[in-house]
T-cell receptor, first 113, second 112 residues
Framework: EPEVTQTPSHQVTQMGQEVILRCVPISNHLYFYWYRQILGQKVEFLVSFYNNEISEKSEIFDDQFSVERPDGSNFTLKIRSTKLEDSAMYFC???????????FGSGTRLTVV | DQQVKQNSPSLSVQEGRISILNCDYTNSMFDYFLWYKKYPAEGPTFLISISSIKDKNEDGRFTVFLNKSAKHLSLHIVPSQPGDSAVYFCAAWRGSNYKLTFGKGTLLTVNP
């Protein structure tokens, strides 16, 4: 079964450093998403991406965040200057046309120290 | 801003019995509801969904019921199996934005 692949599975970074979280969505999917889950809290929407541009973003997704699809396969989330409160599990997801059930990756656990 | 609420953080049932997971929502604009299952160290996995124009959807051992007037949905698992032990998330979206709003999840434990 096709999968969404996320790397790395765990990233530890110092506060103020930039991080890039990587995702390889399912190849024929057109819609891409990032969600995050802070420990003990809900899974929260960050951003959706379609046709090489952001289609919607949440309040969380401020100027410190950016997304990119640099080639035909990767989808990245960059946090420019990490804060302690960015520590969370970050999930990438993709969806095909008419496919209501997203496919999520296994997540990247980001720890900011 | 708890638009989707799962008020039971955990549920424990015996193997073979029915598991009922509940979810309430406040946003009447939601028109599609989904259940996801999550194992530790994995991402959420889509389980079953229901459109707001229906009141029931069934897929094997899993049935989702929607009561729009009460803004309530439930997931029934019959019979429950130990492999069903996981965190179950209720989620919803409205219109064509397909942006998921999740509940906090319910940890289901099915005891052999």
């Amino acid at each position: 079964e096709p999968e969404v692949t996320q790397t790395p599975s765990h990233q530890v970074t110092q506060m103020g450093q930039e991080v890039i979280l990587r995702c390889v969505p399912i190849s024929n999917h057109l819609y891409f998403y990032w969600y995050r889950q802070i420990l003990g809290q809900k899974v929260e929407f960050l951003v959706s991406f379609y046709n090489n541009e952001i289609s919607e973003k949440s309040e969380i997704f401020d100027d410190q965040f950016s997304v990119e699809r640099p080639d035909g396969s990767n989808f990245t989330l960059k946090i420019r200057s990490t804060k302690l409160e960015d520590s969370a599990m970050y999930f990438c997801a993709s969806r095909g046309e008419g496919n209501y059930g997203y496919t999520f990756g296994s997540g990247t656990r980001l720890t900011v120290v | 801003d708890q638009q989707v609420k799962q008020n039971s953080p955990s549920l424990s049932v015996q193997e073979g019995r029915i598991s009922i997971l509940n979810c309430d929502y406040t946003n009447s604009m939601f028109d599609y509801f989904l259940w996801y299952k999550k194992y530790p160290a994995e991402g959420p996995t889509f389980l079953i969904s229901i459109s707001s124009i229906k009141d029931k959807n069934e897929d094997g051992r899993f049935t989702v019921f929607l009561n729009k007037s009460a803004k309530h949905l439930s997931l029934h698992i019959v019979p429950s199996q130990p492999g069903d032990s996981a965190v179950y998330f209720c989620a919803a979206w409205r219109g064509s934005n397909y942006k998921l709003t999740f509940g906090k999840g319910t940890l289901l434990t099915v005891n052999p």
